[in-house]
């Protein structure tokens, strides 16, 4: 079992920016993308950004021109950094992460953080 471990959310003022990171544990099957997902109250999850272990990206298209996710392959860390925030961001932000079906967009991810708190005030 892969375990991931959040950090960097909190509270920003609209137009403001946060840097969220997660760090997987080591895993006998390699982890083939990582990404982000977001759950605002009252809605859907929905997959922010993902990224393979070959650096290709997806974004939603809210979020295209404001958010950059990154990774650290050597230590199966992926960042995601948020500019430009804005009060509809609001909502509880899950690393995720999964092999290949998840990075070819075919499936979703096998393992899941445990979420991170981001609130923009207006």
């Known amino acids: 079992q892969v375990r991931l471990v959040e950090s960097g959310g909190g509270l920003v003022q609209a137009g403001g920016s946060l840097r969220l990171s997660c760090a997987a544990s080591?895993?006998?099957?390699?982890?083939?993308?990582m990404g982000w997902y977001r759950q605002a109250p009252g809605r859907q999850r929905e997959l922010v950004a993902r990224i393979t272990s070959g650096t290709a990206t997806y974004y939603t298209d809210s979020v295209k021109g404001r958010f950059t996710i990154s990774r650290d392959n050597g230590k199966d860390t992926v960042y995601l950094q948020m500019n430009s925030l804005k009060p509809e961001d609001t909502a509880i932000y899950y690393c995720?992460?999964?092999?290949?079906?998840?990075?070819?967009?075919?499936?979703?991810?096998?393992?899941w953080g445990q979420g991170t708190q981001v609130t923009i005030s207006s």
């Open positions: 080591k895993t006998i099957i390699p982890i083939n993308a």
């Open positions: 995720a992460a999964g092999h290949i079906d998840f990075a070819a967009g075919r499936g979703g991810p096998t393992y």
